[in-house]
């Protein structure tokens, strides 16, 4: 069982940066596949980026990519999602994911572990 808990998001002006944290437990932090994924009001929750197990892969969502980086570090079974340049189409509830095994997948069914979300909203 795995349990992520992000943190960080908040107000911030277009332009601005937010950087968003997940910590999830386990001691095999490692083995997991993490992605991040938003859910905008009356919209279908999203693909935002995602980072292997290793921090080697990462991949990233059109929309985002060039603005948004996703770190991991291992030894402190933290991941975090570096936020730049943000729009307001950015606004969103975001998602930390977890889903075992090396592949980075864009789905939501494809991840069995989440966070409860965290607000982002971003005014012009």
């Known amino acids: 069982q795995v349990q992520l808990v992000e943190s960080g998001g908040g107000l911030v002006q277009a332009g601005g940066s937010l950087r968003l944290s997940c910590a999830p437990s386990?001691?095999?932090?490692?083995?997991?596949?993490m992605g991040w994924f938003r859910q905008a009001p009356g919209k279908e929750r999203e693909f935002v980026t995602a980072?292997?197990?290793?921090?080697?892969?990462?991949d990233y969502a059109d929309s985002v990519k060039g603005r948004f980086t996703i770190s991991r570090d291992n030894a402190k079974n933290t991941v975090h999602l570096q936020m730049n340049s943000l729009k307001p189409e950015d606004t969103a509830v975001y998602y930390c994911?977890?889903?075992?095994?090396?592949?980075?997948?864009?789905?939501?069914?494809?991840?069995?572990?989440w966070g409860q979300g965290t607000q982002v909203t971003v005014f012009s």
């Open positions: 386990g001691r095999t932090f490692s083995t997991y596949t």
């Open positions: 994911a977890a889903r075992l095994g090396t592949r980075i997948v864009y789905t939501t069914q494809a991840y069995m572990y």
């Open positions: 980072v292997t197990g290793s921090g080697i892969n990462t």
